[in-house]
Nanobody, 116 residues
Framework: QVQLVESGGGSVQPGGSLMLSCVGS????????LSWYRQAPGKDREIVAT????????IYKDTVEGRFTISRDNAKNTMYLQMNDLKFEDTGVYYC?????????YGQGTEVTVSS
């Protein structure tokens, strides 16, 4: 079955950096567009970034563009999110996502806390 496992979250000060990873299994990883979502406390889940199957096409939420970089290594079945210049409003649980066989799949999430 489809599995997505995130890692790399933690607690950082404003201006700090983190790199999140997501390992996918149970589907042909290299053939699917993937995304990162996040959910801040008390808010709805929102999309942060999307990457095409070949890693060339990348789309970002406007508030993270220029600070976050989404990438993937299809040989390792892994997607990444490099997050720089983190802000308080980046706090939340980050999830990787794939639409596979007309179904939505999310990982269990990794928590990012930005605080001073």
């Amino acid at each position: 079955q489809v599995q997505l496992v995130e890692s790399g979250g933690g607690s950082v000060q404003p201006g700090g950096s983190l790199m999140l990873s997501c390992v996918g299994s149970g589907f042909s990883f290299r053939d699917y567009r993937l995304s990162w979502y996040r959910q801040a406390p008390g808010k709805d889940r929102e999309i942060v970034a999307t990457i095409g199957d070949n890693g060339i096409s990348r789309i970002y939420k406007d508030t993270v563009e220029g600070r976050f970089t989404i990438s993937r290594d299809n040989a390792k079945n892994t997607m990444y999110l490099q997050m720089n210049d983190l802000k308080f409003e980046d706090t939340g649980v980050y999830y990787c996502y794939v639409l596979y066989d007309y179904k939505n799949y999310y990982g269990q999430g990794t928590e990012v806390t930005v605080s001073s």
